[in-house]
């Protein structure tokens, strides 16, 4: 069974990177079967793609998101991470991690998501 | 704002029938498949529908799922108390060249 698991700081200042890991156990990102991905959801609003990777490094991005966005694969740890610089409020949410199939919009399965506060 | 369209809200009673519905462009639902998310209350969405109108194993077949030129829907059968939660359709987007979201339709259960 496939689980994904996030951390990081669930508090970031303004102007500052937030910085997520996502952790698979059940799957190897390596298996090259899937890309990898991270959604974000502000309270109370939808759901927003911000983007995804694939375990030979090649990424692509939300374009409304895509300047202050870097995602980046460990495969030795299996694991992804998600830098996201220069927040603001507007990017607090629950963040979550996904695997994902590549040029569809299946996400399965999710992580359970953290709530990232941003604020001083 | 969302690039798929979604009614903010739908109710029904117990037993009843409703529907979903999700409107997209020719670039996401006119050219790719549909997917479809509940997310329970604090909880993480879920995969509930892929490919337009598959169910993952484990999902009731009281959910269904249909798509007709650049539109879809999510249909719900025999609705019950615990499918209280907010729903959300999904599809690629060639012109993004991304997957987009709608902006989830919450479901109350009367």
């Known amino acids: 069974q496939v689980q994904l698991q996030e951390s990081g700081p669930g508090l970031v200042k303004p102007s500052e990177t937030l910085s997520l890991t996502c952790t698979v156990s059940g799957d190897s990102i390596s298996s090259g079967s899937y890309y990898w991905g991270w959604i974000r959801q502000p309270p109370g609003k939808g759901l927003e793609w911000i983007g995804s990777?694939?375990?030979?490094?090649?990424?692509y991005y939300n374009p409304s998101l895509k300047s202050r966005v870097t995602i980046s694969v460990d495969t030795s740890k299996n694991h992804f991470s998600l830098k996201l610089s220069s927040v603001t409020a507007a990017d607090t949410a629950v963040y979550y991690c996904?695997?994902?199939?590549?040029?569809?919009?299946?996400?399965?399965?999710w992580g359970q998501g953290t709530l990232v506060t941003v604020s001083s | 704002q969302s690039v798929l369209t979604q009614p903010p809200s739908a109710s029904g009673t117990p037993g009843q029938r409703v529907t979903i519905s999700c409107f997209g462009s020719s670039s996401s639902i006119g050219s790719n498949d549909v997917y479809w998310y509940q997310q329970l209350p604090g909880t993480a969405p879920k995969l509930l529908i892929y490919r337009n109108n598959q169910r993952p194993s484990g999902v009731p077949d009281r959910f269904s799922g249909s798509k007709s030129g650049t539109s879809a829907s999510l249909a719900i059968s025999g609705l019950r108390s615990e499918d209280e939660a907010d729903y959300y359709c999904a599809a690629w987007d060639d012109s993004l060249s991304g997957p987009v979201f709608g902006g989830g339709t919450k479901l109350t259960v009367l």
């Open positions: 990777i694939y375990y030979r490094g090649s990424s």
């Open positions: 996904a695997r994902l199939l590549v040029g569809a919009a299946r996400f399965d399965p």
